[in-house]
């Protein structure tokens, strides 16, 4: 041992238990009275954090975080056995000199408690729900180095039947001290989240979580709950970058969890997680090669049964729903990528030879407009063709809301500007719907297909439509029906004043946009009409 190190040891000497931590936190070095008898070898390789009960790792991370130089005391709990923790007080100390390795000392206080003692005392902290969990993991991995992250697990818990016994003043004492007893059990002792009646999760980390399937069980019965926990727990991927893991560990998190823990749950999710980060990058790279298709479905006049644009819709697997993709696209944050290449691949097309005078509408969703980009390219790989804009129409899609109407507007007002028209997708599908048609300057209104689809019978959604059809007729906004699937549908659409119709009667989404007459009452048939 070098002078340096026998100086803080003798620095420490009133202390219970000496150590030297690496960089990483990890115990390189131990001398004294390990927890609970444990010799001292035992500890040599162990994350120091891992020495403490849940709710002292957090203190403990960030003391040895800030503790480049200089000393810092702080009080923490230490595992002392099965269910039991031991109060204690930790000295860090470091050097220049010794950097980045740090000197503790650990010395105990009180006697050992057992885990039961967690159900007394001030309230926990709250259980967070299945999107606080994702801001608890978010914290962690972007407050963490990777090492600290390394050891971080989900660990899912079901109590089946454990709703039965939740009523009542002996109810609310089950919850409380189930609320104790997983925060204590998580990660910084407030990363436990309920997602259901039954189902629970937290952010954990080893050996504390270890024994948390027996203090569930003992917690049952002391309570009087015949309930049989289930636990299981996975590690949270420790990847340098941890933003794109993060989105990927909210898709499989959320399809998982649907699941519950039968079976081998550790597996599954891991195999998910493994799984949606793949399919991310394949998908990153299909956008950036713009290696899917798009299909054309015709939108017709209702009046003269002429067909008066088409809506490009894209397809990755000819017969498959790109539904799934998309919505990957949303989470992964790759959808503005998406939005810009179906928009390049749809001017292409207006731009090819026989497609002079065609008009196709491309979806842009609501995270392209949260900033200029999408604009901006828009606009670009149109600047040197202004018949081009005038044939392409931007369909405000509502799968996730516009967080500033005003500057969204702004935007849209720049691509109207240049004759590029906008139309609101699935107008009624969404609780937002209306704040765009009173927010935004469109040319266009599609009505969606759940209202549409039964007008033929004749009930509210009757009602509905030709009060939305009055409105825009005021603010001078055609409409279009979706769903169009019978010669009835379309006639109530036209008697209740809509302009247009799009559905399977007049066509599928095919690779080619073919102008054709939809059987329908026409004063010009055959004619493709332009915008207005």
Not at 91 to 114: D, N, V
Not at 200 to 228: F, T
Not at 305 to 316: D, K, N, P, Q, T
Request: glycine fraction near 8%; include cysteine.
């Amino acid at each position: 041992m070098s002078l340096t190190r026998s100086l803080l040891g003798m620095a420490f000497a009133s202390a219970d238990l000496l150590m030297e931590v690496d960089g990483a936190g990890r115990i390189v070095l131990a001398l004294g009275a390990p927890p609970n008898g444990a010799d001292t070898e035992s500890l040599q390789g162990q994350l120091l954090a891992d020495l403490v009960a849940p709710g002292s790792r957090n203190t403990v991370s960030e003391a040895l975080g800030r503790r480049a130089a200089g000393r810092e005391t702080v009080a923490v709990q230490v595992h002392w056995g099965a269910a039991k923790v031991r109060e204690a007080e930790l000295k860090i100390f470091g050097l220049p000199e010794l950097a980045p390795r740090l000197s503790c000392a650990l010395t105990y206080r009180g006697k050992p408690a057992a885990m039961a003692a967690l159900e007394t005392g001030a309230p926990p902290p709250a259980l967070a729900d299945g999107e606080g969990l994702m801001r608890l993991v978010q914290s962690a991995m972007e407050g963490l180095t990777v090492q600290q992250r390394s050891v971080l697990s989900f660990t899912f818990v079901d109590l089946p039947g454990v709703e039965g016994y939740t009523t009542g003043p002996k109810g609310e004492a089950l919850m409380d001290a189930l609320s104790r007893l997983l925060q204590s059990a998580s990660w910084n002792g407030a990363s436990a989240a309920r997602l259901s009646d039954e189902r629970y999760a937290l952010l954990s980390q080893p050996p504390g979580i270890d024994q948390l399937n027996g203090d569930l069980e003992r917690l049952m019965e002391r309570h009087g709950a015949e309930v049989a926990p289930k636990t299981v727990s996975a590690p949270v991927p420790h990847t340098p970058d941890p933003l794109p893991t993060l989105r990927a560990l909210r898709m499989a998190l959320d399809g998982f969890l649907s699941k519950g823990v039968d079976g081998e749950p550790q597996m599954t999710f891991a195999a998910a997680l493994m799984r949606t980060m793949k399919d991310g990058e394949r998908l990153r790279t299909i956008i950036a090669e713009r290696a899917f298709d798009l299909h054309y479905q015709p939108i017709v006049d209702l009046e003269t049964g002429a067909v008066h644009h088409f809506e490009a819709l894209i397809r990755f697997t000819e017969g498959a729903s790109p539904a799934g993709a998309i919505r990957m696209a949303e989470e992964l944050a790759m959808v503005t990528d998406l939005d810009k290449a179906v928009a390049d691949k749809a001017v292409r097309k207006l731009n090819s030879p026989g497609f002079g005078l065609t008009r196709i509408a491309v979806n842009v969703s609501a995270a392209s407009l949260a900033s200029d980009d999408y604009v901006d390219r828009l606009l670009a790989m149109t600047g040197d063709r202004p018949d081009v804009r005038k044939r392409l129409m931007v369909e405000v899609t509502e799968t996730a809301a516009l967080n500033d109407l005003a500057a969204a507007d702004r935007r849209l007002a720049r691509l109207r500007e240049t004759g590029i028209q906008i139309c609101i997708d699935d107008f009624g599908a969404g609780s937002a719907s209306f704040d765009y048609l009173r927010s935004l300057s469109v040319d266009i209104v599609k009505i969606d297909g759940a209202f549409v689809k039964t007008l033929a019978d004749g009930g509210k959604d009757n009602t509905v439509v030709r009060h939305l059809v009055e409105l825009c007729r005021a603010l001078e906004i055609d409409t279009i029906g979706e769903m169009v699937e019978t010669e009835q549908v379309a006639d109530a659409l036209r008697a209740l004043g809509v302009n247009f119709a799009q559905g399977y009667l007049y066509g599928r989404p095919e690779k080619e946009p073919r102008t054709r007459v939809a059987a329908a009452p026409a004063r010009r048939q055959g004619v493709t009409e332009g915008w207005g």
